[in-house]
């Protein structure tokens, strides 16, 4: 419970700062969020402000990181493109954990008997359907737009934190600290809520940023092939759309928001392994 | 290790692929043609798609009259033709010793079924119009035609060049949409849906036979992978070259030569005139002035690209620069737009696939926002844009398509269409007659107009039908119909020792008849 | 080992159905009427009817559903309302390409990570496993469309060592290779980062085992204990991300053909979308759905084969 409380935080907060993984990874994160908030009050230029006699500038004092085939300012379009990309993949997290986490913890609560087959056996459902092609069902019936693509990413990432609940709630099952909860004559509800839950926020934390990172590449994706955030607002997928045709003339309108996606994926990513080993302290011995 | 051996194998691999690639020949008789648009179907009197003139015109089928590449007409089927003193009867002599690719003989007859079908019951000729003052066609002989018009027609010769006019065999026409069977030079061999089309020179050819043994039309819709299928050498030559911001690329190189000419193809942001806040003279008045066409030009276009004040051809003798009218004031669009008493219109833009739409359409979408028109973008395949979401008019109450096909509009009810704005180029020759028409999306009923372009169909003169022309362009730019916008220019990339490809586009066609490789 | 093999049979045709319901519902049921749906403002409660009829899509969900199924089944997978040709046809040309592809990735990816991640582990904190984990870091966030890109920018535009894409069809297999090289290295590169990642941690996960201590009490040397011991055990987590890895770079190379103008399923199902063809979506989705499923099942059935515990089981 939470008798784990505040020695163990301090504990955790200062294994994370001295995690390299972790200060680097949480760093470039903190700076692309940073920026997507900047972007809220403040770009340089409009990001779809038009500029046409000034396309395809190279980075400059004017346009820090040129301008693109419109001569909109790149720097503005990777900055609200970094909101986008942001909001879609945390959302689309939020949903898996809020849906898939429930379902797991009820799998593990009830295991072997019918609601953890049903729950299993639509989980290995939905891998079998890759979030492409669940976005592909989505936009064919209502139309492709960001919240078509939340809910597609959202969809599959509900399957993976409910097995990763059920998988770490099911360990847990076998605890003292729970035996003893439920010879006190608690529910599987309650215990699940109280003692379970806080146990496997650790784990659950660590794949959200898993989660949070492939979901910011499916979003990219997604917009890419025009199914996902639609035009005007700028996404760093469909930057790289555009960009395409003018990779030869001007590669700095390709390589901007590929590298914008690239660091962003790379920050989570570094900030979830270090995350991971200050949790699991175990596991570093096999990771280090 | 075990690592660098993979490695190695790997390498071995790509190095043996890349060099088991097929050298060619010296003097090559094929040629890899790349096209961006895909025609649905083959057969040009049944199809409003320039895509499919721009494969079976004077290579699979002719017509009695046709193109050559600067633009006049020329002899075709028709070795020569006389013409009635009142200008109502047409005869023409017939080339003899024609035949279709299926072997039966080309006469008279032929030509007759063709004629009459186009405006006959069920026809889907998208050229009716052109034809409809044919009242009848009689076989004279086995090579003679006469033809009698219910009132003088002075482009008639000119209209029978049109794709829409190739004479067509009665054995074959209801399958010349997979199967086409002309008289051309070259014969269709296979059609890969999605990727290519393929024709083979017709041994048995009535006329000068064709250079080259066979050509592959592929399709490459895509900007980047057309740049790249030029410098592969996967396509040999893109007539229409749908990445012109990649033109420096190949003006540099000497392997290439970079043709740019005209075409027929007016680009315009159409309105549609029937609905409201756009039936507002001053409403569309405001978006025409919304517009900066240089800006549009160069940033969809790179530059190619003539801006335009009217539908006409700049490059024509008979064209009236009318910009001005239409000139870039946004200021002027906000008054405009006050006193017609309309506040932050929302207004959607269908856009097809063409990069002159999809570029266009993004830089006109932002130019109307700046004078505070709310504009939503809707991208669309041609298969939605041929449809009454955009170009077709609704089918009237009651209609039942054949079928899996779905209804059409059929003329029972007045035309009428749901669309706002699109963008769109209009390709064929001498057509502003269409916004004469009610059926047309345009959605403009001008008595003054049409009966100014009434007065020319009618006209010899050339004189008068200048003036007339004239007119007719003074006409539709004031009462702005649409928005003008700039004439495609034909950007053609090719390699260098490819000779005979047309310089400029008089109407859609790749005409392969003269096409040869110089080495 | 018979009883194994049944159950996990029985497993995916249960899989292949559900997955097949799920289509349905979402594809006919959810838009409420597919015919006007697909037919837009064309739609006449008559053309609606007159479609409905013609297309089969009168009835009963319960009664369509089988329908369709016992044709898709019979390869019979409707018209296209587009093109007007049967779906199969399209679908048979198409698939000859994305298949391929995902399957061509995977060898690539699996041959680079393997002789990789076992490197790193068995070189485990020297230089070398240190650069492997950060490449693959790197690997791992790199868009595969993205890097599609930029190798078509050096290898094909710049080098001229590959087309830049298009595909010659199979007449020349060694041709059909070659066009399809960068597109599956492009795939498979970001794959194999992570394939490398889990084969070094998995294998370094059994190498910390008790009976790998034993083995080398026991005298074996260090290579002997990896190849007999360690790797045998470490390939079952690597073959269930090879399993998941197939359904990744199946729906990656249906992006990845937007860069090499690949004429697959993807093009054909992203047109399908845009144009409402809803036959056409629901005929790919539900063959992509079908490979991922049957391609899991292979993998099972592997599982099996490296661990003979699992088959007992069933």
Same mark, same amino acid.
């Given at each position: ?288 | ?167 067509? @065999? ?143 051809? #700049? ?72 449809? #009454?979401?955009?170009?077709?008019? @609704?089918?009237?109450?009651? @209609? ?28 064929? #020759? ?90 | ?17 559900? =997955?097949?319901?799920?289509? !349905? ?11 006007? !749906? ?11 009817? =007159? ?25 019979? $997978? ?83 060592? !590959? ?10 297999? $060694? ?19 992570? $394939? ?47 399993? $998941? ?24 199902? !992203? ?44």
């Amino acid at each position: 419970m939470s008798e784990i409380g505040f020695a163990r935080r301090d504990h955790v907060l200062s294994a994370a700062l001295s995690s390299r993984s972790f200060v680097i990874g949480a760093t470039i994160t903190a700076v692309f969020v940073l920026i997507a908030l900047l972007s809220f009050v403040w770009t340089p230029f409009g990001a779809a402000a038009q500029d046409i006699p000034n396309k395809l500038k190279p980075p400059s004092a004017a346009h820090w990181l040129g301008t693109d085939h419109f001569g909109r300012d790149t720097l503005s379009m990777i900055m609200v493109g970094a909101r986008t990309s942001i909001a879609v993949a945390l959302v689309a997290v939020g949903l898996g954990i809020v849906v898939g986490a429930p379902l797991g913890l009820a799998a593990a609560a009830r295991r072997g008997g019918f609601i953890d087959e049903i729950i299993m056996r639509s989980n290995d459902l939905v891998f079998a359907f890759p979030a492409i092609l669940i976005a592909i069902l989505i936009t064919a019936v209502f139309g492709p737009g960001a919240v078509n693509a939340i809910i597609a990413i959202g969809i599959f990432n509900i399957p993976v934190f409910a097995r990763l609940s059920r998988g770490a709630a099911l360990s847990l099952w076998q605890r003292e600290f729970v035996m003893a909860a439920r010879v006190s004559g608690k529910g599987a509800f309650r215990i699940s809520l109280e003692h379970i839950l806080p146990n496997i926020s650790n784990t659950l934390i660590v794949q959200a940023t898993i989660q949070f990172s492939l979901g910011i590449l499916a979003e990219a994706a997604l917009a890419y092939v025009g199914l996902g955030t639609q035009p005007p607002t700028p996404s760093w997928g469909k930057m790289l759309a555009d960009a395409q045709t003018m990779i030869t003339l001007a590669p700095h309108v390709a390589l901007v928001p590929g590298l914008a996606i690239v660091l962003t994926v790379l920050g989570v990513n570094l900030m979830g392994d270090g995350l991971r080993d200050v949790f699991d302290p175990q596991l570093r011995r096999s990771r280090g | 290790m075990r690592k660098s051996l993979v490695v190695l194998a790997i390498a071995g691999a790509l190095v043996m692929t890349t060099a088991l690639s097929p050298a060619y020949a010296q003097a090559r008789t094929d040629v890899k043609v790349g096209l961006v648009l895909e025609p649905p179907s083959l057969d040009p009197t049944a199809e409003a798609a320039a895509a499919v003139d721009e494969v079976v015109y004077a290579n699979i089928f002719e017509g009695l009259t046709r193109f050559a590449s600067d633009g006049s007409i020329v002899p075709g089927l028709a070795e020569s033709w006389e013409i009635s003193e009142d200008g109502l009867t047409y005869t023409f002599h017939l080339h003899g010793g024609v035949a279709f690719h299926d072997g039966t003989a080309m006469d008279a007859e032929d030509v007759k079924f063709s004629l009459e079908r186009i405006n006959a019951e069920g026809s889907l000729n998208a050229q009716k119009a052109l034809y409809a003052a044919i009242a009848s066609v009689e076989a004279v002989d086995p090579l003679t035609v006469r033809i009698t018009l219910s009132k003088p027609d002075g482009n008639f010769v000119y209209n029978l060049a049109w794709g829409d006019a190739v004479i067509v @065999a009665p054995e074959t026409a209801a399958t010349n949409g997979t199967k086409p069977v002309g008289t051309g030079p070259f014969v269709f061999k296979e059609r890969r849906p999605g990727d290519s089309i393929e024709i083979a020179k017709n041994a048995t050819y009535w006329g000068t036979p064709a250079a080259l043994e066979s050509a592959t039309f592929r399709y490459i819709a895509d900007p980047t992978a057309a740049l790249a299928a030029l410098q592969a050498g996967d396509v040999d030559v893109f007539p229409n070259f749908p990445a012109p911001e990649t033109v420096s690329v190949f003006q540099s190189d000497p392997r290439f030569r970079v043709v740019v000419g005209t075409t027929q193809g007016e680009t315009i942001l159409t309105m549609n005139n029937s609905k409201p806040p756009l039936d507002n003279v001053k409403v569309r008045e405001a978006i025409a002035h919304a517009i900066d066409r240089q800006a549009v030009v160069d940033g969809a276009m790179f530059g190619f690209g003539i801006p335009i004040g009217t539908f006409w051809p #700049p490059t024509h003798p008979d064209y009236v620069d009318l910009a001005a009218l239409s000139n870039y004031d946004p200021e002027k669009s906000k008054v405009l737009l006050a006193e017609a008493g309309v506040a932050n219109p929302k207004l959607t833009l269908h856009l097809p696939p063409a990069p002159y739409a999809r570029r266009g359409g993004e830089i006109i979408a932002e130019q109307l926002r700046a004078v505070g028109i709310e504009v939503e973008v809707i991208n669309v395949e041609w298969a939605q844009w041929l449809s #009454p979401e955009v170009f077709r008019a @609704a089918p009237c109450p009651g @209609a039942v398509g054949e079928g899996d096909k779905p209804p059409a509009y059929d003329g029972s009810c007045p035309a009428t269409f749901s669309y706002d704005l699109t963008i769109v180029s209009h390709t064929e #020759p001498n057509d502003i007659g269409i916004f004469a028409r009610d059926d047309y999306y345009f959605a403009y009923h001008s008595d003054a107009f049409k009966q100014i372009i009434a007065d020319y169909a009618v006209t010899a003169d050339p004189a008068k039908r200048s003036e007339l022309i004239k007119a007719a362009q003074t006409q539709i730019a004031n009462d702005f119909v649409a928005g003008y916008l700039f004439e495609l220019a034909k950007v053609g990339v090719e390699d260098a020792r490819l000779k005979g490809m047309w310089e400029n586009a008089p109407t859609q066609a790749t005409d392969l008849t003269a096409v040869h490789w110089e080495e | 080992m018979l009883f194994f093999l049944i159950n996990r049979l029985t497993s995916l045709l249960l899989s292949l159905l559900a =997955a097949s319901i799920v289509i !349905f519902l979402v594809l006919e049921v959810v838009p409420g009427d597919p015919a006007s !749906f697909m037919l837009g403002l064309s739609a006449t409660p008559e053309s609606a009817a =007159a479609l409905r009829d013609s297309l089969g899509l009168d009835g009963p969900p319960v009664e369509r559903y089988f329908n369709w199924l016992f044709g898709f089944f019979r390869g019979d $997978l409707g018209i296209s309302y587009t093109y007007k040709v049967p779906v199969a046809e399209l679908v048979a040309d198409r698939i000859w390409l994305s298949l391929p592809l995902a399957i061509y990735a995977l060898t690539l990816s699996t041959l680079i990570a393997f002789p990789v991640g076992i490197l790193a582990a068995a070189k485990r904190g020297s230089a070398a496993d240190v650069s492997v984990m950060g490449l693959t870091q790197l690997g791992v966030a790199v868009p595969n469309f993205w890097f599609a890109m930029l190798l078509v920018l050096l290898f094909a535009v710049t080098l001229r060592w !590959f087309s830049a894409g298009g595909f010659p069809g199979w007449e020349d297999p $060694l041709l059909a290779l070659k066009a399809l090289t960068l597109p599956a290295v492009a795939l498979a590169l970001p794959q194999a980062s992570i $394939l490398a990642r889990v084969m070094r941690s998995a294998l370094l996960d059994t190498l910390t085992e008790d009976y790998i201590r034993s083995a080398r009490a026991k005298g074996l040397t260090r290579n002997q204990t990896l190849w007999r011991h360690a790797l045998r055990n470490a390939l079952i987590p690597v073959l269930t991300i090879i399993g $998941l890895q197939f359904s990744f770079l199946l729906a990656g190379a249906i992006i990845i053909e937007n860069v090499f103008f690949l004429p697959g399923l993807g093009r054909l199902v !992203f047109q399908g979308i845009t144009q409402r063809d809803l036959i056409v979506v629901k005929s790919v989705v539900m063959i992509l759905v079908f490979a991922v499923i049957v391609v899991t099942f292979v993998v099972d059935m592997t599982y099996a084969l490296v661990d003979p515990r699992l088959r007992r089981h069933g």
